[in-house]
């Protein structure tokens, strides 16, 4: 018995041997075949867009059938909580809200806004991107509010970084809306406006009606130096009067306007000549394309 088992160990130890080297071959991924795939590839909408003669848009309620024939749109942050804002200056439609997926499939919820007035909330956000080329976005009808679009291009000035230089302005250089009417907010009436911003970040935006002393103003602060041409905005109003948003000083930090502003053209100094600015508070929209 002791013989035969002498004759046969070493085949055993061969064995044994050979089934641990297999398994460290399988442990180090042997075979290359049995990774996992990548995750799909995530797709990105940030950007400014505009229609300008080649996009569309529209808006639509029981009463009204708008043509939004000049948007202009700001799309900027991290996925899921990607923050938007489109608004066309001649019809006084804003559309602001948050994107929270791009595969390329657009999917997220917006507030809607008509003449400075907030008409619709929670509306489902559905569309196409192509990153640094277009934005394709449908909002779903939601109470009366029966549904809107919106197609644009991207702007290439979208990757220019967001500095001081561009947006800070002195008493004498004030950024302003001189033509009439190009202010939109929730009065009537409301024909100028002037964004004053300081070298500390803060700015004060004030618009009023022309040849009157009836003025609506809000304080707050900016970020600048960005990686892209995107300046947030956080404020207050400060004004107290009826005659302004329809409503008393907000103290609720989250009925503040926020928002976005961007400098979207520059002299041969690097100074910006167009600014767009647009904040919303869940009530109200005030939005201006202004120069300097």
Known sequence: MATHTTKHFPFFVIILMSLFIAAIGVGCGGGGGSAPPPPPAIEDAQGLFTTNGDGSAAFKNPDIDKALTDIKGMVYGDLPNQKFIFFDI???????????????????????????????????????????????????????????????????????????TRIRSFLASEWRSPIAGSVKMAINGMKTSDVRVNTDSSYLYSSRIAGSTIVCEHSGNLTSNLPKNIYPLAGEQISDTLDCTIATTP????????????????????SGTEMWYATTNGTNSIFAILTR
């Open 90 to 164: 001649g019809t006084n439609v804003l559309y602001e809200g948050t994107i929270t997926a791009v595969t390329p499939d657009v999917a997220g919820t917006a507030t809607v806004y008509s003449d400075g007035v907030m008409v619709a909330n929670n509306v489902v956000v559905s569309g196409t991107v192509v990153p640094a080329s277009s934005i394709d976005l449908t909002f779903a009808g939601s109470g009366d509010f029966v549904g809107g679009s919106i197609k644009g291009s991207f702007s290439t000035a979208y990757n220019n970084v967001a500095t001081y």
């Open 251 to 270: 103290t609720d930090s989250s009925t503040f306007y926020k928002g976005f502003a961007s400098v979207v053209a520059v002299d041969a100094t690097g």
